[in-house]
């Protein structure tokens, strides 16, 4: 659901299914399922986990080595902290954690955060600072690895930034893009 903010049957259909009010985190809930050949017991995990954790987590069931392949993300099957920036549809900055969604303000001072286990607001911590500060570091490496990547010949004169709005927001993260403007 695109709205954190629902209202009439959406609202009470959502309380329904939950049990509580719809809010940011349940907005981030989406389900994953692997199935493996010759499985016949399941197993359900209720790890905080994102996209990008998908290649790793399958080249893990594969026993796919990673360590010389350039990705971001982590096999659900690593016991480690989760970190997940989100990219779309939330302000700059947010994140999902272990802990809590959590929703910068114009920065981390102002911003707000909600527990992923029930969705009630909370207080960041000391770590939510430093997931906020890992964060903006790996949207910086996403940009500018994405930034780097040559022109597409079958994309056209405009290149592989495919409108002219995308370029010129993406000028400032350091696209050169040829076309006109």
Do not use: C
Not at 1 to 7: E, G, I, V
Not at 79 to 101: E, H, I, K
Not at 120 to 137: G, H, I, S, V, Y
């Amino acid at each position: 659901m695109m709205s954190n903010d629902l209202k009439g049957e959406d609202a009470m259909g959502a309380r329904k299914l939950l049990g509580r009010s719809y809010g940011p985190a349940d907005r981030q809930r989406v389900s994953l399922l692997i199935h493996l050949p010759g499985q016949t017991q399941g197993v359900t995990r209720q790890d905080v986990v994102g996209q990008v954790d998908f290649m790793p987590t399958v080249a893990d069931l594969l026993g796919m080595d990673l360590t010389q392949v350039p990705h971001m993300g982590r096999s659900v099957f690593v016991n480690s902290n989760a970190l997940v920036p989100l990219r779309a549809y939330m302000p700059g900055g947010t994140f999902v954690n272990d802990r809590v969604v959590f929703m910068p303000g114009l920065d981390f001072s102002d911003g707000t955060a909600a527990q992923v286990s029930n969705d009630k607001e909370t207080k960041p911590t000391a770590r939510e600072k430093l997931d906020f500060e890992r964060t903006q570091e790996l949207t910086d490496i996403s940009n500018a690895w994405v930034m780097s990547l040559p022109e597409r010949p079958d994309a056209g004169k405009m290149g592989w930034i495919p409108d002219k709005k995308a370029r010129k927001l993406a000028r400032p993260y350091g696209a050169t893009q040829s076309g006109g403007e």
